[in-house]
């Protein structure tokens, strides 16, 4: 039986940073291939996923922990050169997009 058939059963998977549990929706997938980490946005690369919420302060607590290396169970220090512009350019569209969104201001008149 899948995850998918148990009826009330939510997913959660565990921010390498942080150590918060999240949806994978709210969480970035993250694969290793030849000493580099890869971001999955889609969730279909092949291999050992690791979970990161798409923030800076997430990234470098990761980082500064030396939990990237242990979540991919490999020796050494890894890239993550790719994870961060990925990070960095989704935080700039969501702060475009909050900008977009947000509601006019709206005066009042006085009579």
Do not use: W, Y
């Amino acid at each position: 039986m899948t995850a998918d058939a148990r009826p009330g059963k939510s997913r959660e998977r565990t921010c390498i940073g942080c150590r918060k549990r999240s949806s994978p929706a709210d969480l970035l997938r993250m694969t290793v291939s030849g000493g580099r980490v890869l971001p999955d946005p889609d969730r279909r690369a092949p291999g050992r996923g690791a979970h990161l919420h798409p923030v800076a302060a997430c990234l470098d607590l990761a980082e500064r922990r030396k939990a990237v290396p242990r979540a991919f169970k490999v020796p050494g220090p890894l890239d993550l050169a790719l994870v961060r512009e990925h990070v960095a350019q989704r935080s700039t569209e969501s702060s475009t997009e909050s900008a977009a969104t947000r509601p006019p201001a709206t005066t009042v008149a006085t009579n």
